[in-house]
C-alpha cells in the first residue's frame, strides 16, 4: 500500500502527464504544420523536451528521427547531448571529454599546491587513471559503442544513448592522458616556466604577475591565450623568439594547471591588433598593481 507522500506524488506526476496530454492534443495541428528542426524546438519550449507524447499506444506528438533521414538523426541527438551537457554534478563528469579533462586538471592543481616536489605524484595519478579508464573502455557496452563507430563519432548514424556518450568520452580521454605521461616522462632538462618568460622588474614580481594572469585569464582558451600572449608583447613583457613559441605555451599550460587548447589554435590564427586590445587592458590593471604598491 501507497504511503501518503508516495501517493501524492503518484497523483501529481499523473496529473501532469493528464495535463500534457490535453496539451499535446491541442497544440498537435500547430505541431504537424512545423518541420523538423521547429518541431524540436517545439518540444523543447512546450513539453519540457520529452521526444513522445502517446494516449494508449497511439503518438500525438513526437520527435523521435526517421531511421532513414541521417539529418533529422544528427539534430535529435544533438538536442540529446545538450540537455546531457546542461547537467550537473560529478556523476556527469563520465559522459563528456571536457569535463574528464577539467576534473583532471583540477586535481594535477591540487597536487601542485599541496606539495614541494609534486612531479612524482602528478606521474602516479596520471599512470592509475590511465589504469583505470583503460579497464572501463573494455566494458561491454563500451566497446560496443567503440566497435561501432571505430573512432567516427558520427552523430548522423543512429539515435544515441549514455553509452555512446561515455565511449566518446573514455576514447579521447586515454590518448590525452598518455600524452600528458610522456610530457612528464620526456622532459629531461629543466625547461623554463612561465614567470621565468616574463620580462618583469624586479625579479620578485614575476612569480606575483603571473599568478594574476592566471586569476585573470582562468577560463580563457585557444585564441584568447593568444591574445593574452600578444598583449604582454605588446606591453614589453614578454619577448617570444619563433622557436620560443611552443615551450612558452607548454609553460603556460602548466603554469594555469588546466587545458589551454592545442599549440595550432593558440599560435596559428591572423590576428589584428585590435583583436587583443581587450587582453591588453586586462593586462594593464594588473601592471597597474604593482605601480600603485
Given at each position: 500500500?501507497m504511503?501518503?507522500k ?28 512545423l518541420?523538423y528542426?521547429?518541431?524540436?524546438k ?7 523536451g520529452?521526444?513522445?507524447i ?41 559522459y563528456?571529454?571536457d569535463?574528464?579533462k577539467a576534473?583532471f586538471?583540477?586535481?594535477?592543481d ?11 605524484l ?15 573502455i ?6 560496443s559503442?567503440?566497435?561501432?563507430y ?5 552523430l548522423?548514424?543512429?539515435v ?15 590518448p590525452?592522458?598518455?600524452e600528458q ?14 614567470p621565468?618568460?616574463l620580462?618583469?622588474?624586479?625579479d620578485e614580481?614575476k ?16 585564441i ?32 594555469f594547471?588546466?587545458?589551454i587548447g ?9 590576428i ?5 586590445e ?5 593586462i ?10
Amino acid at each position: 500500500m501507497m504511503k501518503n507522500k508516495e501517493l501524492r506524488e503518484f497523483e501529481a506526476r499523473k496529473e501532469k502527464g493528464m495535463e500534457q496530454l490535453r496539451k499535446a492534443k491541442e497544440l498537435k495541428p500547430e505541431f504537424e504544420k512545423l518541420d523538423y528542426p521547429e518541431k524540436l524546438k517545439f518540444m523543447d519550449e512546450h513539453f519540457e523536451g520529452i521526444s513522445g507524447i502517446s494516449d494508449n499506444g497511439e503518438m500525438i506528438l513526437s520527435v523521435y528521427p526517421d531511421e532513414h533521414d541521417p539529418e533529422q538523426i544528427r539534430l535529435f541527438n544533438e538536442r540529446f547531448i545538450k540537455r546531457w551537457e546542461d547537467n550537473e554534478g560529478e556523476m556527469f563528469i563520465e559522459y563528456s571529454f571536457d569535463r574528464l579533462k577539467a576534473r583532471f586538471f583540477s586535481h594535477i592543481d591540487k597536487i601542485r599546491q599541496t606539495n614541494p616536489v609534486p612531479g612524482d605524484l602528478i606521474t602516479e595519478y596520471i599512470e592509475k587513471e590511465i589504469k583505470t579508464y583503460s579497464e572501463r573502455i573494455k566494458t561491454p557496452f563500451i566497446q560496443s559503442e567503440r566497435d561501432f563507430y571505430n573512432g567516427n563519432w558520427d552523430l548522423s548514424k543512429r539515435v544515441i544513448q549514455t553509452s555512446y556518450l561515455m565511449a566518446q568520452a573514455y576514447y579521447n580521454y586515454l590518448p590525452f592522458l598518455k600524452e600528458q605521461l610522456n610530457k612528464r616522462v620526456s622532459r629531461g632538462r629543466k625547461k623554463k616556466t612561465f614567470p621565468e618568460y616574463l620580462l618583469i622588474k624586479p625579479d620578485e614580481n614575476k612569480i606575483w604577475f603571473a599568478d594574476q594572469l592566471k586569476k585573470e585569464f582562468n577560463t580563457d582558451r585557444q585564441i584568447h591565450i593568444r591574445y593574452m600572449i600578444e598583449g604582454l608583447i605588446k606591453l614589453g613583457h614578454l619577448s617570444l623568439a619563433k622557436g620560443q613559441w611552443a615551450g612558452c605555451i607548454e609553460a603556460i599550460e602548466q603554469y594555469f594547471c588546466r587545458d589551454i587548447g592545442d599549440y595550432q589554435g593558440i599560435q596559428n590564427p591572423t590576428i589584428k591588433p585590435k583583436d587583443f586590445e581587450s587582453a591588453e587592458k586586462r593586462i594593464q590593471s594588473i601592471l597597474d598593481q604593482i605601480i600603485r604598491d
